[in-house]
């Protein structure tokens, strides 16, 4: 494997479940990240890490829990979700938090919650 | 606020040139990117501008200039391929991604 993966692709799940996403990163960075990206809107960013410490975390709701147990896996665990937050939700990931680090995206996760 | 703008849709011919623009709103300024995503796929990096003047790879071309808060993508010699969404991304002061919404490019033949 190489890159930013994601798993799963895809994910339909009721209001009421308890689900979550996983992206790994193959290259050797320090940064993560999630986002959120809804049709003909902005990407949104969620939550930071950076050396497995998390750095930000943009407004989000607390129904949406990242967890980074080292600087490779990111997780982003969901509960109790509503039908706004369908979406597909990226991973990405850089060497670092400085401007000119170019950031990875992953395949990304379609998330229906019905 | 912060504000990313560009069009959302813009439509060129095969084999012709068009350029994607891209004005920013940003509380401070430590680079431009331009990334490019086709349907169903995850972003991918095109360049990066923190300097005025024009970037040029191949056949893309980035240009910058930061007392106007503009840049804009030049696409050359348009192929079939390059049909996809082109965002523009701002980072600030905080070395945060401010991103546009977007602009899709239909290639027509």
């Known amino acids: 494997e190489t890159g930013v993966t994601q798993t799963p692709r895809h994910l339909v799940m009721g209001m009421t479940n308890k689900k979550s996403l996983k992206c790994e990163q193959h290259?050797?960075?320090?940064?993560m990240y999630w986002y959120k990206q809804s049709a003909k809107k902005p990407l949104e960013l969620m939550f930071v890490?950076?050396?497995?410490?998390?750095?930000e975390n943009n407004s989000v709701p607390s129904r949406f829990s990242p967890e980074c147990p080292n600087s490779s896996h990111l997780f982003l665990h969901l509960h109790t979700l509503q039908p706004e937050d369908s979406a597909l939700y990226l991973c990405?990931?850089?060497?670092?938090?400085?401007?000119?680090?170019?950031?990875?995206f992953g395949p990304g996760t379609r998330l229906t919650v019905l | 606020g912060q504000n990313i703008d560009q069009p959302t849709e813009m439509t060129a011919t095969e084999g012709a040139i068009v350029q994607i623009n891209c004005t920013y709103q940003?509380?401070?300024?430590?680079?431009l990117f331009w990334y490019q995503q086709h349907a169903g796929e995850a972003p991918t990096f095109l360049s990066y501008?923190?300097l005025d003047g024009l970037e040029e790879k191949g056949r893309f071309s980035s240009f910058l200039s930061r007392s106007k808060g503009y840049s804009y993508l030049l696409l050359k010699e348009l192929q079939m391929k390059d049909s996809a969404s082109y965002l523009c991304?701002?980072?600030?002061?905080?070395?945060?991604?401010?991103w546009g919404a977007g602009t899709k490019l239909i290639i027509k033949p």
């Open positions: 990405a990931s850089s060497q670092g938090r400085e401007s000119y680090n170019e950031q990875f």
């Open positions: 290259l050797g960075h320090n940064a």
């Open positions: 890490y950076n050396f497995k410490e998390q750095t």
């Open positions: 940003t509380s401070g300024f430590n680079g």
């Open positions: 501008n923190v």
């Open positions: 991304a701002v980072s600030d002061s905080n070395y945060q991604l401010i």
